[in-house]
């Protein structure tokens, strides 16, 4: 994997944090408020194609699953006290 930029760095953080692309997008390249949202998209579309970013996302969120103690039985688990209450 090559080293990612800092502005690529704080995509991929930012995306982890905020679950939208354009956002994160948006805040990692200081982009101006009248920028048209579409070009957000299609720049954090182009972004998240990259296999450095993608290898880089899920390795943050690996790390934020473990910090949080999440994995599939917590998951689970929760779905299925959801699925209790609504009972």
Excluded: W
């Excluded at 939208?20 to 720049?43: D, H, M």
């Excluded at 910090?67 to 779905?79: C, K, P, T, Y």
């Amino acid at each position: 994997m090559k080293k990612l930029t800092p502005k690529q760095e704080s995509f991929c953080d930012l995306y982890v944090k905020l679950c939208s692309g354009a956002e994160a997008y948006r805040q990692a390249y200081n982009v101006k408020p009248n920028t048209k949202a579409e070009t957000c998209q299609n720049n954090a579309y182009k972004l998240l194609q990259d296999n450095d970013i993608i290898t880089r996302i899920a390795e943050l969120r690996k790390a934020t699953a473990k910090e949080h103690s999440i994995d599939r039985a917590f998951i689970v688990n929760g779905l299925l006290e959801i699925i209790s209450d609504a009972d």
